[in-house]
């Protein structure tokens, strides 16, 4: 409705113009125009491969978190091992509480703290992991990388007379401390030095990496089953009460330098 001017008679002082008010009427069936309709491709979206991708990443993620988080909390019930600190150093060790046959021990790449995986990375000492889907649907693989995590818990003050004891330790839990056999494990690479400890003679490496494949199902209409791809460290021969346990690591491959240009 547009505001009009009313106009008065100067005279008599009667309006001679009025405020006219129009309603447009409701459409009818028999007057309203009819809208043009079409169809989204929904079937075929869901049929694409850019739509099969969709999330994959991240339930394929989750999958394998969940599978470490069930090794994580299995952990300790199994151990066959302990983790030792050098006092002046601060350096790490992993030894055998007591004779272990050969493939007796397992640790895994745990990751609780961080219950992150990357799609990409250039870690120096990432573990990668493979994800396969198995059965009747076409097999999808992907692959992640788990990065090292490993932190303390703090220590609680101690007495004037246990500072001389060592062994003599409190310790206060936050939360923020992880401590898997899987990252403190050293690692020893031929030929570049540094693999002694203690002025010794040469580490001898003890271990190494196996892959294992666990498998994370899904289950109704769809049925769904992963095969988890883990690297697992494992003692390759017998290990003694005390004996270190080492794995042997690659060489890094060095950069080949660019030639300069004239």
Excluded at 92 to 115: F, M, N, T, Y
Excluded at 137 to 156: C, G, N, Q, R, S
Excluded at 188 to 197: L, Q
Excluded at 222 to 233: R, S, W
Aim: hydrophobic residues 40%.
């Amino acid at each position: 409705m547009q505001p009009k001017v009313l106009l008065f008679d100067s005279e008599t002082q009667l309006p001679v113009t009025k405020q006219v008010i129009s309603f447009l009427e409701e459409p009818t069936a028999s007057t309203a125009v009819p809208h043009a309709l079409f169809k989204l491709p929904v079937a075929e979206w869901q049929q694409s491969p850019v739509a099969k991708q969709l999330g994959r990443p991240a339930a394929f993620g989750s999958a394998v978190l969940l599978t470490l988080w069930a090794r994580h909390t299995a952990a300790v019930a199994d151990a066959r091992c302990e983790i030792q600190v050098d006092v002046a150093s601060g350096k790490r060790r992993v030894v055998v509480l007591e004779k272990q046959d050969r493939d007796a021990i397992g640790s895994w790449p745990c990751v609780p703290k961080a219950s992150k995986v990357h799609e990409k990375s250039t870690h120096a000492d990432r573990a990668k992991v493979q994800v396969i889907v198995k059965g009747d649907m076409d097999i999808a693989l992907m692959t992640f990388y788990l990065h090292p995590e490993f932190k303390l818990p703090i220590e609680a003050p101690r007495a004037e007379a246990a500072v001389s004891d060592t062994q003599q330790r409190s310790w206060k839990w936050d939360g923020g401390e992880t401590m898997h056999f899987f990252w403190a494990v050293r690692k020893v690479i031929p030929g570049e030095g540094g693999n002694a400890r203690d002025g010794g003679a040469d580490a001898r490496p003890n271990m190494e990496l196996q892959e294992r494949e666990l498998a994370v199902c899904v289950t109704g209409t769809c049925g769904l089953v992963l095969a988890i791809k883990v690297p697992v460290l494992v003692n390759n021969v017998p290990a003694m009460p005390d004996e270190e346990v080492v794995y042997e690591g690659t060489p890094k491959v060095k950069a080949k330098a660019q030639p300069k240009k004239s």
